[in-house]
């Protein structure tokens, strides 16, 4: 894929930073590594698919394969991007699970699998990228998700995960500013990628969706990932603490 760079507006001072993108094999976390990646970033994206490899490598990034909840997969991440690039500036929690049940028929090992992928290891990454962070005056963005404060039926632990990033993000954006570190939060509405392949492609479900979504449309990755990029920048540079919805306007319907 040939890339080009640019270095104003949603790319304000990105060129020659470095990021580690989790997720960077799924609909979300590849969109927001390639718009990263068109302001001069160097991605190194993480994954459990090893598709990570061909989307990393189509980018000219670095790519690790692995499962978020080894601690060590994501200090690989952060020590390649100190070999690549001698530096780390950005952090994008993408990666994510859902598993769509009724709540009071989900098993404990899956209950607990949710919150060990989509809080546990993500604040786990956060932590041991401070340091670095600290040394970058860096950025951190969480994606979660418009189910952190609305009731969903389905995905009733699910939802609990995101308000769990959601508050992990405020909380951190208050006790790492001292440092210049920014912490946002990106909750999407729905966006089409294979995590919701499955609601989305039936009918009476997108109908209903499409009724309350005041843009008229389902997003796609790129949709979040030009605002994950915005809020990296430079452009965004006395932003921290929000959590802002990427939705089409659904949250207020
Ligand atoms: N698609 C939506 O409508 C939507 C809405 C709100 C929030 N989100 C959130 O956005 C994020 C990205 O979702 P998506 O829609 O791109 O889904 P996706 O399924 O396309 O991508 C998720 C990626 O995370 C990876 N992953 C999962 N567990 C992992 C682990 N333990 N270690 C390493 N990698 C792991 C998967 O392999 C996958 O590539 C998720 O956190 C999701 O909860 C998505």
């Known amino acids: 894929m040939a890339v080009t760079t640019s270095t104003g507006g949603i790319h304000e001072g990105l060129a020659g930073r ?6 960077a094999a799924g609909g979300i976390g590849s ?36 499962d978020l909840t080894d601690a060590a997969v994501g200090q690989a991440a952060i020590d390649l991007a100190i070999t690549r690039t001698g530096r780390l500036d950005v952090v994008v929690n993408a990666a994510g699970i859902q598993k769509r049940t009724d709540a009071v028929d ?7 699998r949710l919150f060990e992928v989509n809080v546990s290891s993500a604040f786990r990454l956060i932590r041991q990228a401070t340091k670095c962070l600290i040394e970058t005056k860096g950025s951190i963005v969480n994606i979660a998700s418009l189910s952190a404060d609305r009731a ?9 995960t995101k308000s769990a990033l959601t508050q992990l993000g405020k909380g951190l954006a208050a ?7 920014r912490v946002n939060t990106v909750a999407p509405g729905y966006i089409e ?6 609601v989305l492609g039936e009918e009476e479900f997108r109908t209903a969706k499409l009724n309350r979504i005041p843009l008229q449309r389902f997003a796609d990755g790129d949709d979040v990932a030009d605002v994950v990029t ?16 990427v939705d089409g306007g659904y949250s207020i319907t």
């Open 230 to 245: 915005f809020l990296v920048s430079d452009a965004a540079r006395y932003v921290t603490g929000v959590v802002l919805p």
């Open 106 to 112: 989900i098993s404990d090992e899956d209950f607990h």
């Open 152 to 160: 969903v039926p389905g995905i009733v632990p699910y939802g609990a």
């Open 193 to 198: 990628t294979p995590m919701t392949a499955d």
């Open 175 to 181: 006790e790492l500013g001292r440092y210049g570190i």
């Open 18 to 23: 470095t990021a580690i993108v989790t997720g």
């Open 31 to 66: 969109a927001i590594s390639a718009a990263l990646t068109r302001g001069g970033v160097h991605v190194v994206g993480l994954d459990a698919d090893p598709r990570v490899d061909e989307v990393m490598t189509s980018l000219g990034c670095s790519a690790v394969c692995g």
